[in-house]
């Protein structure tokens, strides 16, 4: 079964600055899409990022990056020039190829300190 | 164009007693999640509908939950009776198809007195 884990629960960083938040999974499929979403206390889930396992190029999205290391099985989300709307839970989560069913991290939760 | 709406935002209730929590997806969105998300965890799935087939209900309690999604469109996800292990957000989403991004709505919070 694949599984999804954020190591980190917690993580703070100064407005304006740079933060990485870690992500690892495992899986048996060579084909799969990896995601991060943001929880802010609103609740709704907002798609930030999508990586496809295939692409070797990390996905960009503005502030959002990601650093995609397939054969560690790694994907890290780095939000460039924090803004205080950036405070939220942020999931990784996977999608294996021609699956539907989204396997959700335990989230990390992301301080933006003014 | 809306997003997917969820009713009620909150709920209140003492064990068990029937609840029930409604969702309306995107308009056109053939594809329609139920998760839970325990505190502090990420979202696990109950239940995908397409249309209005049930074709992935293996993490449903059947003893308790239900759902339908009649006309394929809304949905309801019921729990009779709630046990205090049940509180909970959960969470409705939806998909234009299976394989395409999901789009979730803001959630119920269940808390069971």
């Known amino acids: 079964a694949q599984t999804v884990t954020q190591s980190q629960p917690e993580m703070s960083v100064q407005e304006a600055e740079t933060v990485t938040l870690s992500c690892t999974y495992d899986t048996s499929e060579s084909d799969y899409y990896l995601f991060w979403y943001k929880q802010p206390p609103s609740r709704q889930m907002i798609l930030v990022i999508r990586?496809?396992?295939?692409?070797?190029q990390n996905a960009t999205e503005n502030r959002f990056s990601v650093n995609f290391q397939k054969a560690a099985k790694s994907f890290s989300l780095k939000i460039s020039d924090s803004q205080l709307g950036d405070a939220a839970m942020y999931f990784c989560a996977y999608r294996k190829k021609g699956a539907q069913k989204l396997v959700f991290g335990q989230g990390t939760r992301l301080t933006i300190n003014p | 164009e809306a997003g997917v709406v969820q009713s009620p935002r909150y709920k209140i209730i003492e064990k068990k007693q029937p609840v029930a929590f409604w969702c309306n997806p995107i308009?056109?969105?053939?594809?329609l999640y139920w998760y839970r998300q325990n505190l502090g965890q990420g979202p696990e799935l109950l239940i995908r509908?397409?249309?209005?087939?049930?074709?992935?209900d293996s993490q449903l309690p059947k003893d308790r939950f239900s759902a339908e999604r009649l006309k394929g469109v809304d949905s309801t996800l019921k729990i009779q009776p709630a046990e205090l292990g049940d509180s909970a957000v959960y969470l409705c989403?939806?998909?234009?198809?299976?394989?395409?991004?999901?789009?979730f709505g803001d959630g119920t919070r269940l808390s069971i007195l």
């Open positions: 308009s056109g969105h053939n594809t």
């Open positions: 990586q496809e396992a295939y692409k070797q």
């Open positions: 509908y397409e249309n209005e087939e049930a074709v992935d």
């Open positions: 989403a939806s998909s234009l198809r299976g394989n395409q991004p999901q789009h």
